[in-house]
């Protein structure tokens, strides 16, 4: 048994996370942006880069989930502030403060997305691939670099290059899901770009993989070892909800209905999980099919 702390305790993956590490008798500390109410509650301010450090003594291991939704509003200048604040500023002062305690926990998994390539076209990027440009590859630089105060303190620093989530509960399922059940869906622009995705429940049984292999630091790539085009999604979506997914939203649409948020959507990477593959991790869902059949029916 072992004492980890989580950031972003009530998002997507990090409630999937806790309801996993408690169901297998691990002590949860959960770090809160609220005054904590509860027991086994930390306090953060991520956007003033505050950590109450003194509670995080005693933990064996961090993850660091919290970052303002990506896809949750329009990205006005206001708003992508606060998307690289919430992630650069929040790592910052979590990697600070492990740094320094007396005993610091043996590993932290640090938050980060597979947009750190950039948009990769046909292109295979495995870790080893250069990040790329624009707005989303430079938020995730700065990103890892954030958490470079944990791994120069001796924390073994797990970077979480995520991929598209998939579950019906949030991220792009729970938008996605409710179209295609109403016969609305459809290949979004081209629909050539490359959607690099993991099923929500391989995603945390690699954090929890993670958490133990203790011979692995730097990036690690969270995606299913079979990328598709978002064509070939859209085709395999349309066939498991029985409906048929006819439309095509053109790009100027998307970029009139999303604004510059279009372009992350239009963009896509075609990522591998090298390294979670070399350290003998094993898929539930490995492609797009058994991924979204299993999202579909998640409880
Ligand atoms: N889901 C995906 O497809 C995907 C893909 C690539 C990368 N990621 C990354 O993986 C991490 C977890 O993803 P997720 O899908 O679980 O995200 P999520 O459901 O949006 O949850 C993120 C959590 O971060 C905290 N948070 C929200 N706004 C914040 C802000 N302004 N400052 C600091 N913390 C804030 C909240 O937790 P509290 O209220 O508990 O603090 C929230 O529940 C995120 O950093 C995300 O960017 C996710």
């Given at each position: 048994?072992?004492?980890?702390?989580?950031?972003?305790?009530?998002?997507?993956?990090?409630?999937?996370?806790?309801?996993?590490?408690?169901?297998?008798?691990?002590?949860?500390?959960?770090?809160?942006?609220?005054?904590?109410?509860a027991?086994?509650?930390?306090?953060?301010?991520?956007?003033?880069?505050?950590?109450?450090?003194?509670?995080?003594?005693?933990?064996?291991?961090?993850?660091?989930?919290?970052?303002?939704?990506?896809g949750d509003?329009?990205?006005?200048?206001?708003?992508?502030?606060?998307?690289?604040?919430?992630?650069?500023?929040?790592?910052?002062?979590?990697?600070?403060?492990?740094?320094?305690?007396?005993?610091?926990?043996?590993?932290?998994?640090?938050?980060?997305?597979?947009?750190?390539?950039?948009?990769?076209?046909?292109?295979?990027?495995?870790?080893?691939?250069?990040?790329?440009?624009?707005?989303?590859?430079?938020?995730?630089?700065?990103w890892?670099?954030?958490?470079?105060?944990?791994?120069?303190?001796?924390?073994?620093t797990?970077?979480?290059?995520?991929?598209?989530?998939?579950?019906?509960?949030?991220?792009?399922?729970?938008?996605?899901?409710?179209?295609f059940?109403?016969?609305?869906?459809?290949?979004?622009?081209?629909?050539?770009?490359?959607?690099?995705?993991?099923?929500?429940?391989?995603?945390?049984?690699?954090?929890?993989?993670?958490?133990?292999?203790?011979?692995?630091?730097g990036?690690?790539?969270?995606?299913?070892?079979?990328?598709?085009?978002?064509?070939?999604?859209?085709?395999?979506?349309?066939?498991?909800?029985?409906?048929?997914?006819p439309?095509?939203?053109?790009?100027?649409?998307?970029?009139?209905?999303?604004?510059?948020?279009?372009?992350?959507?239009?963009?896509g990477?075609?990522?591998?999980?090298?390294?979670?593959?070399?350290?003998?991790?094993?898929?539930?869902?490995?492609?797009?099919?058994?991924?979204?059949?299993?999202a579909?029916?998640?409880?």
């Open positions: 048994m072992s004492r980890v702390a989580v950031t972003g305790a009530s998002g997507l993956i990090g409630s999937a996370l806790v309801r996993s590490l408690g169901a297998d008798g691990h002590e949860v500390v959960r770090l809160v942006r609220r005054a904590p109410r027991p086994g509650e930390v306090a953060w301010d991520p956007a003033r880069g505050h950590v109450d450090a003194a509670g995080l003594a005693g933990c064996d291991a961090v993850v660091h989930l919290a970052g303002a939704g990506i509003h329009r990205w006005t200048a206001a708003y992508k502030k606060e998307i690289r604040d919430s992630r650069v500023h929040g790592t910052g002062a979590l990697a600070e403060a492990l740094a320094s305690l007396d005993r610091p926990p043996r590993v932290l998994l640090s938050g980060s997305a597979i947009g750190i390539y950039g948009d990769t076209g046909e292109r295979v990027v495995d870790e080893d691939a250069p990040p790329g440009s624009g707005f989303l590859a430079e938020v995730c630089r700065d890892e670099e954030a958490a470079g105060a944990a791994a120069e303190a001796g924390v073994r797990v970077l979480l290059r995520t991929g598209l989530v998939l579950s019906r509960h949030g991220g792009l399922g729970a938008r996605l899901f409710p179209l059940r109403l016969g609305l869906g459809g290949r979004l622009g081209g629909g050539g770009q490359y959607w690099s995705f993991i099923a929500l429940r391989d995603h945390v049984a690699a954090l929890r993989h993670l958490l133990d292999a203790a011979d692995v630091s990036p690690v790539n969270l995606t299913a070892p079979h990328p598709v085009t978002n064509r070939e999604a859209t085709r395999v979506l349309g066939r498991a909800l029985r409906r048929p997914a439309f095509a939203v053109p790009a100027p649409a998307l970029r009139l209905a999303l604004g510059e948020m279009a372009e992350d959507v239009l963009a990477q075609r990522a591998v999980p090298r390294r979670l593959l070399e350290t003998g991790f094993s898929f539930a869902c490995p492609d797009f099919e058994s991924a979204a059949r299993a579909l029916t998640e409880d």
